[in-house]
């Protein structure tokens, strides 16, 4: 591992002083907890699908892991959070059960969608988690409705909307920009530029060299972040979060982040060396930058974080076994939820 | 000791090459190290380590052809305690791609025409006085008297608000209900019924407005991808109670771009209601039903329609039922099955008929889905003759549909095969001659009436 030295947190505006963290030795476990959660998890995703237990498309998030943790520290119960398909690890940011993820990965009855989603629709109201969508960029244009209903109904509740850089060109979400700074919504746009779409990088995507702009032409403010460092996403976040709840409209966040693995499980890597993985992970990484900063700036023991460790790896191991002991959906479930009941 | 299997990298992927390896026997591995590179006949890919430890034995040499997925390749030592709990039962991903399409044949149980349980062969109710009102006022109507009913009934559409409707079917509403609940839009489709989308999530009940439905071809991967899956998607957790209403297929002198029926393109969608009225009856009370219905309800009304007055129920509680089809005129020798603006071409094809001794019944379907087939059965089953009606293109469109399914109903009944009248398969032309000729003309409906009762 390369030297990363427990560093004090900068972001645009960050305003504490030079030496005074911004953030708290018990947001940076929690943090430090649900990113090893996320990569834990994904880790065991992959092995399961290696296995052929896990079918069809599964896009893991390791490498990105600071983006969604960062950002969920600075929400309340009631905002909501919507994604496209790279999506386990806003499931389990925003407190959705290891175990229901893992089986609707491997298409079981115990999983969030009764195993009729898979890996990219999983949902959940109560935790504000509104999937997990698999066309790209129309998670987008939901996300703006998100945040229309906070202010229709007026409830002070903001909406993330996360998406990649490689959506950041369609046309529905400049129209979506367009739509939520005309009506003021609550809106958060997340895009987490991890430099490739597919296969495809940002700058043979994008004539843009600065995505946290593309909100610019409607007056929504917004900034580049290092999306690799979980305290500089949360100083973010809070500046995004504090612009929406006071009514100012929408913000930008654009996450400068990383995704170590292929885009999908079937993918040969071709469009970047591995030296540039290799060079992220032990230069960059979130959760071993996380961890030198409790151990050193915070104090935390290594016997402390051991048992994160236990912990997160007890909950995914029980989530696998979970996983392949659920039984597959009944037959039945065919027909069912196509409609609900008119009243 | 852990055994590292051949991983499938693809959804498809059964075996591979192992075309080299990037680590010996003894080698420490740290989780995520590249390990082996495989050849698949796709591409060639890096094997990455699961579990840190050292490797302690590569079971399967460089080079190798055609390893199955989930052969043990190597074995790892020490690092991880967790064991690969999963190994022993692993299915083999062929396996289960050969057995899931039988199953799903085997079990797709209603094979024919599912008969929806609500549409039981009740009268339609009584609803008492009515009033003649136009198309257009029956559509205002229904829409303000469910936004009086629920705070969470707004109408959002390009033109809906100070313009009162470019078709003026909101008139009045914004006056009534405010900026709030009667939003205008920019013209921006796809974003704005993706917005009107994910706000149904939440349990708000939109009405989008589109100018016509022409114009929701920009938004279609919201109203499919979005709107109609979602739920079944979700495992029942998500609905999306949401109304979509516009004008549809043709008006007048338009061309090709503004003049086509999306009844088929709709109706082909499980997940979806779709609706199409005739009358203003029709109109009220479906759109109240519609509004009120947990569902994404495609509602498919005629510009031609909406300055036709008709009688409409003046009880303050009028709604009809989705899913039933409603018999507009009785008859013995044909029936004749259409919906929206074709109803009344089907009404006054059965005066000429009737005069030329010929008894229609005419079938005003209202519902495209769930379609009540039921009712068209117990209409074939006595006249033994079928002729549907539709503008749209006859390809995949809804009368081969109603026809397919009667065959597979009450083929035995039928003294003539079902005959369609519908528009040209053509995109419509603006002259107005020759738009007159791609639309189905009266003379056509009692030529094809005609031909199935042999006279």
Known sequence: ?343 | MTQILMPALSPTMTEGKLARWLKAEGDAVKAGDVIAEIETDKATMEVEAVDEGTLTKILVPEGTDGVAVNTPIAELNGGAEEAPAAKAEAPKPDAVLDKAPVEKMETAKPAATPVPAQAAAAPEKDWGATKPITVREALRDAMAAEMRADKDVFLMGEEVGQYQGAYKISQGLLDEFGPKRVIDMPITEHGFTGMAVGAAMTGLKPIVEFMTFNFSMQAIDQIVNSAAKTLYMSGGQLGCPIVFRGPNGAASRVAAQHSQCYASWYAHLPGLKVVAPWSAADAKGLLRAAIRDPNPIIFLENEILYGQTFDCPTDEDFILPIGKAKVEREGTDVTLVAFSIMVGMAMQAADELAAQGISAEVINLRTLRPLDIETVVKSVKKTNRLVTLEEGWPYAGIGAEVAMQILENCFDDLDAPPVRVHGLDIPMPYAANLEKLALPRLEQVIEAAKRVTYK
């Open chain 1, 1 to 343: 591992m390369a030297e990363t030295a427990a560093r004090v947190p900068r972001g645009k505006g960050a305003s504490k002083g030079a030496n005074q963290p911004s953030i708290s030795k018990e947001q940076l476990t929690r943090a430090y907890r649900d990113m090893l959660l996320i990569r834990r998890f994904e880790e065991k995703a992959g092995q399961l699908y290696g296995m052929g237990l896990i079918g069809g498309f599964c896009h893991l998030y390791i490498g990105q892991e600071a983006v969604v943790v960062g950002m969920q520290l600075c929400l309340k119960p009631g905002d909501e959070v919507i994604t496209s398909y790279r999506d386990h690890g806003h499931m389990l940011a925003t407190g959705m059960e290891a175990r229901g993820v893992m089986a609707e990965l491997t298409g079981r009855i115990g999983g969030y969608s009764k195993g009729k989603g898979g890996s990219m629709h999983m949902f959940s109201r109560e935790k504000g988690f509104y999937g997990g969508h698999g066309i790209v960029g129309a998670q987008v244009s939901l996300g703006v409705g998100l945040a229309f209903s906070n202010w229709y109904r007026g409830d002070g509740a903001v909406a993330v909307a996360y998406f990649g850089e490689g959506a950041s060109n369609q046309g529905q979400v400049f129209e979506s920009l367009n739509l939520a700074a005309l009506f003021k919504l609550p809106c958060i746009f997340v895009i987490e530029n991890n430099k490739y779409g597919m296969g495809t990088s940002v700058e043979r995507a994008s004539a843009s060299r600065d995505l946290s702009k593309n909100g610019s032409p409607w007056g929504i403010p917004g900034e580049q972040v290092n999306g690799m460092d979980v305290v500089a996403v949360k100083e973010a976040g809070e500046r995004a979060v504090a612009h929406c709840r006071a009514g100012n409209g929408p913000y930008l966040l654009e996450m400068k982040t990383y995704r170590y693995r292929g885009h999908s499980m079937s993918d040969p890597a071709k469009y970047r060396t591995r030296e540039e993985v290799q060079k992220m992970r032990e230069q960059n990484d979130c959760i071993e930058t996380a961890r030198k900063m409790l151990l050193e700036t915070f104090d935390a023991k290594e016997a402390d974080l051991k048992v994160i460790d236990d912990e997160v790896k007890a909950i995914v191991q029980d989530s696998a076994e979970f996983a392949q002991t659920s039984p597959e959906p009944d037959e039945s479930e065919l027909w069912t939820d196509v409609l609900l009941e008119s009243r």
